[in-house]
T-cell receptor, first 114, second 107 residues
Framework: KAGVTQTPRYLIKTRGQQVTLSCSPISGHRSVSWYQQTPGQGLQFLFEYFSETQRNKGNFPGRFSGRQFSNSRSEMNVSTLELGDSALYLC?????????????FGPGTRLTVL | GQNIDQPTEMTATEGAIVQINCTYQTSGFNGLFWYQQHAGEAPTFLSYNVLDGLEEKGRFSSFLSRSKGYSYLLLKELQMKDSASYLCAVRDDKIIFGKGTRLHILP
């Protein structure tokens, strides 16, 4: 079974630009969560999508948005990039079924904002 | 508020045992996870606890006390490859991660 894939793996942008990151979950998984990881803050929850609906949202500004398609693939978008958005963005997929529901992480997209 | 605390760094010797503690304060509780993350890699799942008690899986064990808001991850017979960050995470309506404990293994 293929794992979680994320594209692109690396990205360099400048302040004010926008970026779209993509995540393909494990086949059969309907839940996709996005996280931002920085050395100082650790893993911070951005949002979770399940069956094309946003199920939960973290405490990030409205510049961060996402969506999920009918095939469970998900994208996240960051508009008006700021230097502080430089981070590793991780996507995790799970079945979405309540209970023991471990997440499987993709390799991440390393975003650098100059 | 939501808060998960774990030590920032720990050091242990190859072949020894180490216990990594995690305390949490969350509005709800639907399970606690431990993940391992090697430098430059994505986190990988280690364990899940939802009921009080000890869950053992090979060299790794995880303990939970819901009344105390406390968990620990126990690593036995430490190997050099266990050098990594260990992340404690709690699910209420979403999964909240601690900042991780960086474990250094000395030969």
């Amino acid at each position: 079974k293929a794992g979680v894939t994320q594209t692109p793996r690396y990205l360099i942008k400048t302040r004010g630009q926008q970026v779209t990151l993509s995540c393909s979950p494990i086949s059969g998984h309907r839940s996709v969560s996005w996280y931002q990881q920085t050395p100082g803050q650790g893993l911070q929850f951005l949002f979770e999508y399940f069956s094309e609906t946003q199920r939960n949202k973290g405490n990030f500004p409205g510049r961060f948005s996402g969506r999920q398609f009918s095939n469970s693939r998900s994208e996240m978008n960051v508009s008006t990039l700021e230097l502080g958005d430089s981070a590793l963005y991780l996507c995790a997929s799970s079945t979405g079924v309540p209970g023991r529901n471990e997440q499987f992480f993709g390799p991440g997209t390393r975003l650098t904002v100059l | 508020g939501q808060n998960i605390d774990q030590p920032t760094e720990m050091t242990a010797t190859e072949g020894a045992i180490v216990q990594i503690n995690c305390t949490y304060q969350t509005s709800g509780f639907n399970g606690l996870f431990w993940y391992q993350q090697h430098a430059g890699e994505a986190p990988t799942f280690l364990s899940y606890n939802v009921l009080d008690g000890l869950e053992e899986k090979g060299r790794f064990s995880s303990f939970l006390s819901r009344s105390k808001g406390y968990s620990y991850l126990l690593l036995k017979e430490l190997q050099m490859k266990d050098s990594a960050s260990y992340l404690c995470a709690v699910r209420d309506d979403k999964i909240i991660f601690g900042k991780g404990t960086r474990l250094h293994i000395l030969p």
